[in-house]
């Protein structure tokens, strides 16, 4: 579990006089952790709110902690997203000392049914770490539907004036989810191979189990390790030889190199599947987005399964 930072202990009186919630009347103000859960919230709030991301772009989200300037904003958020979990462990302190906080919190682990994290027979005590409910519940596009809704409906309950606005953006973003999904179930099942090899943490736990699809790879989700024992780098090349896959993925914003040196051992191509949990600088600035990261991911599968 991640620390909890010193400066935590000294904010308490700050917050206490920062203020609360609401913004007198104008936009209001929306702080989200990371990307999926602002780019939900930009896509259903649109223009009637104004949305702060804590994590900046290409910031490796699990590595993250939040700065003064952060929480003071959490403090004074009308709604406040955040995922859950043991990442998130820093935020249970942040909102127990804010006793005058009248902001709405919505934790994305609260609007979906959760897994735990899987270890795979193969991964040594070590690899796999302590078992713990995976966070990445956004990667399944219905747990995102799902998701979508729950924010939608905060908003509608925060700024009842705009909820006409905030029903017709969530269904529009629903739709394109859905249609994410039809295309995801349509691959996997006519798929010539189900099974994806990962040379790097797996934060699609959610993606694969709603799609019937296996895989292998080096380390669970929220695994704090970066070197594989040897035994499993060659559990992975074996499986790729002989099953003949022609990709092996890495996650985003990751180096790469155990998938490349699974891929050298193999000549399997590296292909890159987003997890959104975060978006490089370029991408953010270019105007991706989850359904084009998550289009991104289709065409890769595609590639992968076939």
């Known amino acids: 579990m991640k620390k909890i930072f010193p400066v935590l202990a000294a904010l ?3 917050l206490s006089a920062c203020g609360t919630g609401g913004n007198g009347g104008g936009k209001i103000k929306i702080v989200a952790t990371a990307f999926p ?13 104004d949305i702060v991301m804590l994590l900046p772009p290409g910031t490796e989200a699990h590595s993250y902690e939040p700065s003064p300037r952060d929480i003071i904003a959490v403090q004074n958020s009308d709604l406040f997203i955040y995922t859950g ?7 249970d302190a942040v909102l127990s000392s804010m006793d005058s906080r009248r902001g709405r919190d919505l934790k994305m682990m609260d609007c979906v049914a959760l897994r735990r994290e899987e270890i795979l027979s193969y991964m040594t005590a070590a690899e796999a770490g302590d078992e713990e409910y ?7 596009p219905p747990n995102a539907a799902a998701i979508a809704e729950e924010i939608c409906s905060a908003l509608c309950d925060i700024d009842a004036a705009h909820a006409e606005d905030y029903r017709a ?6 739709g394109e989810l859905l249609e994410l999904d039809e295309s995801f179930r349509a691959l996997a099942q006519g798929a010539a191979r189900h099974t994806l ?7 699609f736990l959610y993606f694969v189990r709603e799609y019937g699809l296996d895989y292998l790879a080096a380390f669970p ?7 594989a024992n040897p035994a499993t780098v ?3 090349i074996d499986e790729v030889r002989l099953s003949g896959a022609p990709v092996v993925f890495k996650c985003d914003l990751s180096a790469g190199k155990l998938a490349d040196t699974i891929a050298a051992e193999t000549g399997a191509k590296v292909l890159t599947l987003y997890s959104c949990h975060t978006v490089s600088r370029d991408g953010f600035n270019a105007g991706e987005t989850y359904i084009s990261l998550m289009k991104k991911n289709l065409e890769a599968l595609g590639e992968a399964l076939n």
Do not use: K, N, Q
Request: charged share 25%.
């Open 37 to 49: 859960h602002y780019d939900f919230a930009r896509s259903i709030a649109g223009e009637d709110a």
């Open 12 to 14: 308490i009186l700050l």
């Open 169 to 174: 953006r969530a269904a529009a973003f629903t």
């Open 134 to 140: 995976d966070e990445h519940v956004w990667t399944s």
């Open 85 to 91: 979990g043991e990442s998130d462990a820093w935020i």
């Open 197 to 203: 090899i990962f040379g790097d943490r797996f934060p």
């Open 234 to 236: 060659a559990r992975l």
């Open 221 to 227: 989700g929220c695994s704090g390790d970066v070197d």
